[in-house]
């Protein structure tokens, strides 16, 4: 009888695997995204963007606290390099502090103009709402396009598919060439680009600062060679307590800029509690990522964070990932000599950028991939 009941149980698995892959295809082939399902006027979830993780965590400890704050560092990017001894010293100290508990902080007067970030939402805004036969041309799951447009790019390897549609944009060490950039956002998604170059460099020298190291040791290390922007939009969703707009992760690389607009539902786990990321005007949002937790041996921190599926949307934000996996290079990545000593032993086996993200990839999004490189 037990024999029998495992059996049925298995075959239901097997049927209830087959007709979600059915339905990961169906709603992949439209090339109309999330946004697509909004502009069909579905009023309830499709099965694959329900989540049986939200609203019940799988450690009850975790709450959410409105009183904890992420950190708010004020750059001040045009003295930075005149600065004083002390002034410089207490920006590095905050971003220690930052990185070493959070992983994450925001940064103002960081030396982009408010214009320039105001610009960058409503371009992806633009492009997110282009007619469906325009739009449709840059949807792909080819990763070795520089500029395509998907929903989920862990569609097939995730259990819940999240309420999001997203445009990627390869832009360093080589950019695409200027025609292969969608024409509604193609300037200022190169002039922003600019912008973050800089701002990455700066930020790297700081973190190198923090641990202790030579200015220019993370950028010699080529952790700023390449850059991505993923640009999200979240349209408004029918039911939000069955989904989510990004399912609980860690990113897969060095370091990473976040633009996001005035609506919010970024949040940070900090101590077994969900912390709101508030939007602030003119601020960008740092965090950490899982090769950056690698290479400092864990001294710096890789934080969890999820978004929030909401009523109001459409949310945008702009991720500006920093890492050399789109890079034809071979650099091996393992905790930093320098940080290293009889008390504090690698934690971590070396890897490419590539391999780790391609091992990341392959999971899909939620899995703690770091944990599996450690020694």
């Known amino acids: 009888m037990v024999d029998t009941q495992v059996k049925h149980n298995s075959t239901k698995y097997e049927l209830d695997q087959s007709e979600r892959k059915q339905e990961l295809k169906a709603f992949d082939e439209t090339k109309a995204g999330v946004k697509g399902l909004i502009d069909a006027g579905i009023s309830k979830l499709p ?7 939200v609203g019940t ?23 930075l390099q005149e600065a004083d001894g002390v002034a410089r010293k207490d920006i590095i ?7 070493e508990t959070f992983g994450f902080f925001q940064v103002v007067n960081h030396g982009i103009p408010k214009e320039v970030l105001d610009e960058m939402i409503d371009g992806i805004r633009r492009f997110h709402e282009l007619p469906y036969d325009v739009k449709k041309e840059y949807y792909s799951r080819d990763f070795t396009r520089k500029v395509r447009f998907n929903s989920n790019f862990d569609l097939y390897q995730s259990k819940a598919a999240n309420w999001r549609d997203t445009l ?23 002039r922003y680009s600019q912008h973050i170059k800089r701002l990455g460099d700066i930020l790297l020298e700081l973190l190198s600062e923090a641990l202790g190291l030579k200015p220019k ?48 539902g970024l949040q940070v786990l900090y101590q077994n509690q969900w912390v709101d990321i508030k939007p602030a005007d003119g601020a960008l949002v740092i965090n950490l990522g899982d090769l950056f937790q690698l290479i400092t041996n864990d001294k710096f921190k890789s934080a969890k964070h999820r978004v929030l599926a909401n009523t109001i949307g459409p949310r945008i934000s702009v991720a500006c990932f920093f890492s050399t996996n789109l890079c034809p290079s071979d650099r091996v990545y393992g905790p930093i000599k320098e940080l290293l000593s009889e008390e504090n032993l690698p934690l971590y086996r070396e890897t490419t950028a590539r391999d780790f993200v391609l091992y990341y990839n392959s999971k899909g999004l939620g899995t703690r991939t770091l944990e599996d490189f450690r020694l």
């Open 47 to 53: 099965h694959i963007f329900i989540s049986s993780t």
């Open 57 to 79: 965590p799988c450690n009850t400890s975790i709450s959410t606290s409105t009183e904890i704050q992420v950190p708010v560092i004020d750059l001040q990017v045009e003295q």
């Open 93 to 99: 100290d905050k971003v220690r502090v930052a990185s």
């Open 168 to 190: 990627y944009c390869v832009m360093a060490p080589d950019s695409p060439k200027s025609e292969e950039f969608p024409s509604t956002c193609r300037e200022i998604m190169i």
């Open 217 to 264: 040791h993370l950028e010699e290390m080529e952790c700023g060679k390449g850059h991505m922007l993923v640009s999200h939009y979240y349209p408004a969703c029918p039911e939000p307590d069955k989904t989510m707009g990004t399912t609980e992760h860690s990113d897969r690389d060095f370091i990473t800029i976040l633009l996001q607009d005035h609506i919010g």
